[in-house]
């Protein structure tokens, strides 16, 4: 049976700890973890758009 590695890593920010999503290796779980902070940071008002090629509507998400 072949191992893969899995990378996480966790961040300390204004003494609140983040963890980001496995990566590959090293570089991306300390890339993904500084995008957790950034994501927090940001708050819970992100707004994303997605448009409906069918329709060409526009429909805003609230990420809680």
Known sequence: ???????????????VSYTGDKGR???????????????SILGTYLLLSEIINSSGNVFLMHIV
Not at 31 to 37: E, G, M, P, T, W
Request: no cysteine; charged share 20%.
């Open 25 to 39: 290796n090293k570089k991306e779980a300390e890339q993904l973890a500084a995008r957790a902070i950034i994501l």
């Open 1 to 15: 049976d072949l191992l893969i590695p899995v990378f996480v890593s966790t961040l300390v920010f204004n003494g």
